[in-house]
C-alpha cells in the first residue's frame, strides 16, 4: 500500500523513513551540505488517488545583468541544481508520453517503451550524462490500475478502463557534478488519470479508437523552487538597478502591482507576483523563484487581450528570444518561447495598464510594437478559460456553488472529459463517425456534414419521413387522418400502416419495401415535374400496436438498398397519449408506452385527452413522462385533431429528430441500436391481438352495451381476458353504411366512422400487368393509406382486432354473436301443467257467469251441486282450459313450422 512521504536530498534515494528519523534539511544534501531538492509523494485518504512531486530549495536561474545578456551555446548542465531541475523536466514528459501512449493503445508495453524512448531521447537532447538512462538499475517505471477501494486490478484488461490509473518514473542515484562520486538522491513524479475510449465506425467499414484522458492530480503543482539561496536585499536590489538610478529599461510606467504570470502550462501553474512594467521592459519578482527581467529588446512579439468585456481578465502575452531562455527559471520554459501575464477584473494593475502603458507601447518606435487582438494565444487558451472561470465562481457568483462547477474551474478540462467518459462507460458497441461530434457535444464542421452544404440540391429528391407511435387506443390513426389533409397543398403523401385486420405487429421488411417502392415512384414523378412546381413527397409511418421505437426507427436507417438509404431521413418522431388510457391497474402503464416516450427517440408526445382544462389524469401522466423523458415536447389536442400552426410544424419537422441532443441521447441510452444489436424488452402483462371475422351485420344496441360493459369486467389480477381496445369494420341491422368502430375500454371512448367503400377492382390490361401488392406497400398516386377491408365475394368484408390479456378465440366468437339477430328457438307445446296460476285464475274469471250443467246452481260463493258437492270453480273448467291449450298450441305449432321453414344464417357463415 502506498504512504504519504517527503524526503529531501540524499534521503530521497531510500524512498523510506523510519519512524524515529530526524530530518534535517540543512545536513540532508551531499557532503551534510543543504539539500537542493526534496521529493514527496501525496496520497488521498478517501480515494485511490496518489501524485509523487519533486520540488527544489533554489531558484535556479540568475536574472539577465543590467549590462545586458550575451548569447549563451547550448551546454551540459554545469550545477548539481541544474542537473536536477534538467532531468527532473524530462522525467516529466517522459511520464506524459506514457500516458498518452497508454491510452491510445491500452498497453502497458506500450507506455514503458514510450516512456524510455522519451527519456533517452530528451536526455541526449539536454545533455545529460548518459548513466541517467542506460541503465535499468537507474530507472524504475511503475504502473497500476486501482479500484475504489485500493484494490489492484490487472492494467491491460478491459475491466480497468473506468478505474484509476496510476504511473510514475523515478530515477535514482544520481550523480554530483560538483562532488565526484557521491550520490544526490533520487527524481520522482506520478500522476493519477482516468482515460476513456470508444469504438468509432469509420465510412471505409474500418473501427477505429476515439481516446480522451483526464490527469486527476494535475493541479498539484509540478514544478516549484522556493529561492531560500536568495536574500530579499538581494531581490530588491536586482530589482531597483532596473527601476531606479539610470533606468536602464526606461521610464518606470507601473511600479510594483501584483499581477500573475504563466510561462510552462504544463510545468507550473499561474502564481501571484509584483510587477513592473518600463519602456523598455519587463521586471517580475516572485518569492519563490526571485526575480525575472523580460528585457523589451528580447521580445519577437507582444499581445494583449482585454477580453469582452470590463468583467474579462485581460492578459499580456509575450513571445520572447529563445536566447533569453538561460536567465529564466525553469518554469517559464515552454516550446513557444512564451510568457503569460494576467491582469484580473478591477485590480490596480488593469487600470495602470490601460492609463499608463497601453498607449506608449502602442506608439513607441521600438520593436515590436503592441498588438490588440481578439483572441486569446492557442497555447494559454485552456489556462486563460480556467483563470476566467475561477474569477466567475469565486466573484461573481457569491452564492454556493456547485461541486461539479467548483471542479471545473481547477480543472478545465474535467467539463470535455465527462462528456467523453460518460458515453464511453455505457456505450461499448461502435460508434458512427458522422454522429461523433454529437455525442461528445463537439461542433460539426462543414466538412462533417456535407449534407448542409448541399441541402438545395438534395431537397428536391430526399423524402423526409414522420413516424407517429402510440398504444392502441391513443388516437394516433385521427392524427394521421388530420395531418394528410391540412399539408396536402404542400406535400404528396403516402401513409404506410398495416392494414386494419392485420395482428402482425411490425415488420422491417414490409417497411423497407414500401420505402423502396415510394423511392421509385419519387424519381419517375421528378423526371415530368423537373421544371418545377412538384409537390414534395412526404412518408407518414404508423408504428403499429406495441411496437418498439427503436426497432423501426432502425428499420428505416438501416435500409438494405444504399441509393434508398441516401434519398430518406426521418424527420420528427410523435408519440400519441392518452391519458385515460395510460394506467391498467392503478400506476402500472401500458406496455411500451413508456419505451415510446424514452429520451432520444421521440420529438413530441401529443396528449389526446384531457386537453380542455385541468385534469388529474394529465398532470400525472405528464409528469410520468417528463421523469423518463425531461426535454420533450408536451402537445394538447383531444382525440389528436391538432389546430396549432406551431404543432403542426413540430410534429412535421424535417430535421428535430438529427438534432446533436437526441443523437447523443439514442446511443447512450440505447448503445449498439444503429447495428440492430438492441434487444426488444419483454412485454408486461403479454398483450396480443385477435382478429374475428365475421359477415352478417351487428345489432348496434346490442353492441353499445356490451361495449359499456366491458370496463366493469376487467380483473386486476389475473389480468387474462381483458379487453382493453376494439377495433373494426361492420354494418349494423338498421343501416347498408359500412363503419369503422373503435372502442377503448380504459378511457370508455367510442368512434363510430363511416368507411369509405373499397372499389371494385378493374382486371390489369394484358399488354401491362399490375401485381398485388404486399401487406404494407406504398401506393404513390396522392395520398393513399395502405390499409382496407377484408376482401369477400362482395369486395365487403366485417372484422374486429380485439387488444387484449390471453385471449381466446372461443370466447370473442360468442362475445361477438351476442351483438347479432339471434337465432329463433322453437317452442314447446302448452299443457295444463305448464300453465300458471294467473292463467287459471283468468279462464276462471272469464267463463264463472257460463251456463252450469243440470244439477248444479252457484249460490253467490260457490257452485253446489244436488248432490251436496261444492267447489270454487265453474264445473266445467275443464273444458275451458282444453279449449284455450288447443287454441294456444295452434299458435306455437304455427310458429315453429315458420322456424323450421325459415333458413337462419350464423354470424360467421359466409352464404355468398
Known amino acids: 500500500m502506498k504512504t504519504p512521504f517527503v524526503l529531501f536530498g540524499q534521503q530521497s534515494s531510500t524512498q523510506k523513513l523510519q519512524n524515529d528519523d530526524q530530518v534535517v534539511i540543512a545536513s540532508s544534501g551531499v557532503n551534510a551540505t543543504a539539500a537542493k531538492h526534496m521529493v514527496c509523494q501525496a496520497i488521498s485518504p478517501r480515494s485511490p488517488l496518489a501524485c509523487a512531486r519533486t520540488y527544489f530549495l533554489s531558484g535556479g536561474h540568475t536574472p539577465l545583468p543590467v549590462t545586458g545578456a550575451t548569447v549563451q551555446a547550448p551546454r551540459p548542465p554545469k550545477t548539481d541544481q541544474e542537473l536536477l531541475s534538467r532531468l527532473y523536466v524530462v522525467v516529466i514528459d517522459a511520464v506524459l508520453m506514457a500516458i498518452q501512449a497508454y491510452v491510445e493503445s491500452n498497453s502497458f508495453t506500450e507506455a514503458y517503451t514510450v516512456a524510455m524512448d522519451t527519456l533517452k531521447t530528451e536526455c541526449k537532447e539536454k545533455l545529460l550524462p548518459a548513466s541517467l538512462y542506460s541503465s535499468r538499475d537507474v530507472v524504475e517505471f511503475t504502473m497500476e490500475c486501482l479500484d475504489h477501494h485500493g484494490n489492484s486490478i490487472p492494467i491491460d484488461t478491459a475491466q480497468s478502463t473506468s478505474f484509476i490509473k496510476s504511473i510514475g518514473l523515478r530515477v535514482k542515484n544520481i550523480g554530483s557534478l560538483e562532488h565526484s562520486g557521491s550520490n544526490l538522491g533520487s527524481v520522482v513524479f506520478a500522476e493519477s488519470f482516468l482515460d476513456s475510449r470508444l469504438i468509432v465506425a469509420n465510412p471505409d467499414e474500418r473501427k477505429s479508437f476515439d481516446t480522451q484522458h483526464l490527469i486527476i492530480t494535475s493541479r498539484i503543482p509540478r514544478y516549484i523552487t522556493w529561492a531560500g539561496d536568495i536574500q530579499k536585499e538581494a531581490q530588491s536590489e536586482v530589482v531597483q538597478a532596473f527601476t531606479k538610478g539610470s533606468l536602464p529599461f526606461g521610464k518606470v510606467l507601473v511600479d510594483g502591482e501584483t499581477a500573475l504570470i504563466l510561462g510552462s502550462s504544463k510545468l507550473s501553474a499561474v502564481h501571484e507576483g509584483t510587477m513592473y512594467i518600463c519602456e523598455r521592459g519587463i521586471i517580475f519578482n516572485q518569492a519563490r523563484h526571485g526575480v525575472v527581467v523580460f528585457p523589451k529588446s528580447h521580445f519577437e512579439d507582444l499581445q494583449f487581450y482585454d477580453g469582452e468585456s470590463s468583467g474579462s481578465t485581460g492578459i499580456l502575452v509575450v513571445t520572447y528570444r529563445r536566447s533569453l531562455c538561460h536567465y529564466l527559471p525553469t518554469e517559464c520554459h515552454n516550446a513557444e518561447d512564451m510568457v503569460m501575464f494576467a491582469f484580473s477584473p478591477r485590480t490596480k494593475i488593469r ?216 434519398q430518406i431521413r426521418i424527420g420528427a418522431v410523435t408519440a400519441c397519449v392518452d391519458p385515460r388510457n395510460t394506467f391498467m391497474v392503478n400506476r402500472m402503464t401500458q406496455p ?259 251456463p252450469l250443467p243440470q244439477g248444479w246452481f252457484y249460490n253467490g260463493h260457490q257452485y253446489v251441486s244436488l248432490g251436496g258437492d261444492r267447489s270454487n270453480q265453474h264445473p266445467e273448467m275443464d273444458k275451458f282450459i282444453s279449449d284455450y291449450l288447443e287454441t294456444v298450441n295452434a299458435a306455437v305449432k304455427l310458429y315453429n313450422n315458420k322456424v323450421d321453414n325459415e333458413e337462419f344464417v350464423d354470424l360467421f357463415q359466409n352464404v355468398h
Not at 410534429?651 to 444489436?677: K, N
Open 592 to 850: 411500451r408506452l413508456l419505451d415510446q416516450c424514452m429520451q432520444g427517440w421521440v420529438n413530441n408526445v401529443l396528449f389526446t385527452s384531457s386537453a380542455s382544462g385541468p385534469d388529474r389524469d394529465l398532470q400525472v401522466t405528464q409528469e410520468l413522462i417528463r421523469r423518463v423523458n425531461p426535454q420533450v415536447a408536451f402537445i394538447l389536442a383531444n382525440n389528436g385533431e391538432i389546430t396549432r400552426s406551431g404543432d403542426i410544424e413540430m410534429i412535421l419537422s424535417e430535421t428535430a429528430f438529427m438534432t446533436p441532443d437526441l443523437v447523443r441521447a439514442r446511443h447512450l441510452i440505447t448503445p449498439g441500436w444503429w447495428l440492430g444489436a438492441m434487444s426488444s424488452l419483454s412485454m408486461y402483462p403479454s398483450l396480443h391481438e385477435v382478429c374475428i371475422k365475421f359477415y352478417q351485420p351487428l345489432e348496434k344496441n346490442k353492441l353499445m352495451a356490451k361495449l359499456r360493459n366491458l370496463k366493469t369486467s376487467l380483473c386486476a389480477r389475473p389480468m387474462k381476458g381483458n379487453i382493453y381496445c376494439i377495433r373494426g369494420r361492420t354494418k349494423f341491422t338498421d343501416s347498408d353504411q359500412l363503419m369503422e368502430v373503435q372502442y377503448v375500454t380504459l378511457s370508455q371512448h367510442l368512434n363510430l366512422t363511416a368507411a369509405l367503400e373499397s372499389p371494385s377492382a378493374r382486371p390489369p390490361a394484358p399488354t401491362s400487368p399490375k401485381h398485388p401488392q404486399p401487406p404494407g406497400s406504398a401506393a404513390t398516386n396522392g395520398s393513399s393509406v395502405m390499409n382496407g377491408p377484408n376482401g369477400d365475394n362482395n369486395g365487403v368484408g366485417y372484422c374486429f382486432v380485439f387488444t387484449g390479456c390471453e385471449l381466446k378465440e372461443t370466447d370473442l366468437k360468442e362475445w361477438l354473436r351476442a351483438c347479432a339477430k339471434q337465432k329463433p328457438v322453437k317452442k314447446e307445446l302448452r299443457t295444463k301443467a305448464t300453465m300458471s296460476k294467473q292463467e287459471l285464475q283468468k279462464l276462471q274469471t272469464k267463463h264463472h257467469l257460463e
Open 351 to 566: 487600470k495602470a495598464f490601460y492609463s499608463d502603458v497601453l498607449s506608449p507601447w502602442q506608439n513607441s518606435s521600438e520593436a515590436p510594437p503592441l498588438k490588440l487582438v481578439d483572441k486569446v494565444p492557442d497555447y494559454y487558451a485552456a489556462t486563460y478559460n480556467e483563470l476566467q472561470l475561477k474569477y466567475d465562481t469565486d466573484y461573481k457568483l457569491k452564492a454556493a456553488s456547485k461541486p461539479l462547477h467548483t471542479a471545473m474551474a481547477h480543472l478545465p478540462e474535467l467539463e470535455r472529459f465527462v462528456d467523453h467518459f460518460s458515453a464511453s462507460s455505457v456505450c461499448q458497441s461502435p460508434i458512427p463517425y458522422t454522429d461523433l461530434p454529437a455525442v461528445l457535444r463537439q461542433s460539426v464542421s462543414h466538412e462533417a456534414a456535407p449534407e448542409t452544404n448541399g441541402e438545395s440540391s438534395q431537397s428536391n429528391t430526399e423524402v423526409v419521413i414522420t413516424i407517429v407511435t402510440g398504444v392502441p387506443g391513443s388516437h394516433k390513426d385521427n392524427l394521421c387522418k388530420i395531418l394528410t389533409n391540412m399539408a396536402k397543398e404542400q406535400s404528396r403523401w403516402v401513409t404506410l400502416k398495416p392494414p386494419l385486420d392485420s395482428t402482425e405487429g411490425f415488420t422491417a421488411e414490409s417497411v423497407q419495401s414500401s420505402l423502396t417502392k415510394v423511392i421509385a415512384a419519387t424519381k419517375k414523378k421528378g423526371i415530368r415535374a423537373a421544371i418545377g412546381g412538384r409537390k414534395k413527397m412526404r412518408v407518414l409511418v404508423v408504428v403499429p400496436g406495441y411496437a418498439d421505437t427503436v426497432q423501426v426507427v432502425h428499420a428505416i436507417t438501416s435500409h438494405p438498398d444504399p441509393d434508398v438509404a441516401k
